[in-house]
């Protein structure tokens, strides 16, 4: 445990913790890697994409019809014209269009040399002659131009399509093959150790001694992190020993870009965690004014940084989701920004405490269109049902004060949301 006489900040605010943790991160961006576009599904893009050309490369129809000259409509009534021929989707020639003549032509297709609008099927009926062979007879109601995608609609040469720091998601990855990509420049994935640390842990699917409980964090801890895309080194269970502390939390430092850990950082007599960093890396700071979570440490061993979360299944859930994420998206040049929703509170709350506080609560959008956060019940720290009910986290500012119902606060969603 930490002593009288330790030299680093303790108690900041939330905001601030965050925005320290941040700044370091930000100066730890992982490197870029090139992938098949397969394989960069759920990947972070680390260059601007830029378009190489126009999309679409021509002009081209946007329904089944006939493309044909807009100066040549019908201003009321019906109008012939004589059809000279068709072309298809993939089509390499066409037939010039020129007065009073038309072209059968397909969704994709592109225009014909000499036309600027496509009259769809729906709106022209076929006539056969002997003499003149077959004939389309165009109702009135086209206007000029329509019905035609111009090239470059989509994407202009030179245009930004996607910025750095975006998530590559089914439309992203589209975008890239649209644009003739077959890789995509994306960050690296940070790669991390998780460490459960407590003489109490036993692992799932072993018997419970006395005091003993199975170890949740290393799968909620871990799944999160693996949600958002880190590489999990690897998983390790630590026993209350500073000794075995000191040498996981050294291996940890050589092996990640970071370092998770759960457990052994408040102020009581097994709580190791914050001594030992001091003496063999730095620690940030200590204490967060934060409920549940205070004993977070953020420090560094080695060239990794650490995250020491409490034990308590909830505390640790909500720092990681807190003050851990920022510091991934940091890292690989993700935007700040969408990291909190607003929302009216369906029940009214009595906040009794100075500290910032995250309360579990289910989120849920009415019939007008505006956002309502209902407070879970079960609000204690070590108390996991409120989070597996929960989509998101209500932040309550410092300050005891009363929260009224319909009162607009700040909403976190948790992973999955909506689902």
Known sequence: ???????????????????????????????????????????????????PHDVPGFANSAMDGFALRGADLPESGEKRFRLIGEILAGGKAAPVVETGTCVRITTGAPIPPGAD????????????????????????GTMPGANVRPAGEDYRTGDIALKRGCRL????????????????????????????????LVAPGDPLGFGQIHDSNRYSLGCLLEYWGVELVRHERVRDDPAAL??????????????????????????????????????????VRLKPGMPFLFGQIGTAMLFALPGNPVSGFATC??????????????????????????TGI???????????????????????????AKQGSGMLRGVAEADALVLLPDGAREFAIGEVVDVMPLPGWPG
Do not use: Y
């Open 117 to 140: 609008t496509v009259v769809m099927k729906e709106n022209t009926r076929m006539e056969a002659t002997r003499s003149e062979g077959d004939r389309v007879i165009v109702m009135p």
């Open 1 to 51: 445990m930490a002593e009288e006489g330790d030299i680093f900040p303790t108690g900041l605010g939330v905001a601030e913790a965050r925005a320290l943790i941040v700044t370091i991160a930000q100066a730890r961006r992982v490197p870029a890697e090139s992938m098949p576009l397969p394989a960069a599904a759920g990947r972070i893009l680390a260059t601007d994409a830029i378009a």
């Open 246 to 287: 000191r040498d996981a939390l050294q291996r940890a430092g050589a092996d990640a870009d970071f370092i998770v850990s759960s457990g052994g950082v408040s102020a009581g007599e097994a709580d190791f965690l914050p001594r030992l960093v001091s003496e063999i890396g730095k620690v940030h700071f200590w204490k």
């Open 321 to 346: 989701m807190a003050l851990v994420k920022p510091a991934l998206d940091a890292m690989r040049g993700v935007s700040q920004k969408g990291f909190m929703l607003r929302a009216h509170l369906r």
């Open 169 to 200: 998601g089914p439309a992203q990855l589209g975008v890239l093959a649209s644009f003739g990509m077959t890789h995509a420049c994306v960050v690296q994935r940070p790669r991390a150790v998780l460490l459960t640390t407590g003489d109490e």
């Open 350 to 376: 009595n906040k009794r405490h100075a500290r910032a506080e995250f309360q579990r609560a289910r989120l849920h959008c009415d019939e007008n269109a505006v956002l309502w956060a209902t407070p879970h």
